[in-house]
């Protein structure tokens, strides 16, 4: 079973600075998908970035981006340029490639605030 | 707009009272599942369907039921609600195309209460 790790609960960053939100999964699984979701207080999960296993290079969107380190299962989300609407919860989540179902496994969120 | 609806987005209801949550999905979506979302759990799937009339329990099934009658609907029943099923409730489609998945599509949730 895999399992998905967000170890810091909460966050809190000044706008225009840079924050990057932790986490980590287990697998014994060789092809996956990671992604980050964000949870503003409206509720609505929104995709943030989605990354594939079997590519080396880390995906980017924007002010978005992400260290994927397969050896090490670490999958962090960095944020440049943080603005207000940025604050929101945000969930890693770790999705196996193949398999009758394609279920995401999330990790406990973190809470991330920006401060003007 | 491609989207997922769901409803109701809030509900209250009494122990015991059977009640359905609704999901639609415009997107010609072959995957439907549904999450539950409790504080420092994160969300949990709670089933899913791969097809027309193909369901399976998730994570955490128990006291829910499902059904696949056409591709866009996945309705969520709760026979018998219980004051532990008060939660956040999440519908989600997704596809798969060749060896690209693009992640799952959410409603904007259902927050049940079961008093």
């Known amino acids: 079973a895999q399992t998905v790790t967000q170890s810091q609960p909460e966050m809190s960053v000044q706008e225009a600075e840079t924050v990057t939100l932790s986490c980590t999964y287990d697998?014994?699984?060789?092809?996956?998908?990671l992604f980050w979701y964000k949870q503003p207080p409206s509720r609505q999960m929104i995709l943030v970035i989605r990354?594939?296993?079997?590519?080396?290079q880390n995906a980017t969107e924007n002010r978005f981006s992400v260290n994927f380190q397969k050896a090490a299962k670490s999958f962090s989300l960095k944020i440049s340029d943080s603005q207000l609407g940025d604050t929101a919860m945000y969930f890693c989540?770790?999705?196996?490639?193949?398999?009758?179902?394609?279920?995401?496994?999330f990790g406990k969120g973190i809470t991330l605030s920006v401060r003007p | 707009e491609a989207q997922v609806t769901q409803n109701p987005r809030y509900l209250i209801t009494v122990t015991g009272k059977k009640l359905t949550v609704t999901c639609s999905q415009n997107?010609?979506?072959?995957?439907m599942s549904w999450y539950r979302q409790d504080p420092g759990l994160g969300l949990r799937q709670i089933y899913y369907?791969?097809?027309?009339?193909?369901?399976d329990k998730g994570d955490v099934p128990e006291g829910y039921k499902v059904s696949r009658k056409e591709k866009r609907n996945f309705p969520l029943i709760l026979e018998s609600p219980s004051p532990n099923q008060t939660s956040l409730y999440f519908c989600?489609?997704?596809?798969?195309?060749?060896?690209?998945?693009?992640?799952?599509?959410f409603g904007s949730g259902t927050r049940l209460t079961v008093v």
């Open positions: 989600a489609s997704s596809f798969f195309r060749d060896r690209g998945s693009y992640g799952y599509t």
């Open positions: 697998t014994s699984e060789n092809n996956y998908y």
């Open positions: 990354q594939e296993a079997y590519k080396q």
């Open positions: 989540a770790f999705m196996k490639h193949t398999g009758a179902n394609s279920k995401l496994t």
């Open positions: 997107m010609n979506h072959e995957y």
């Open positions: 369907s791969m097809n027309v009339e193909v369901t």
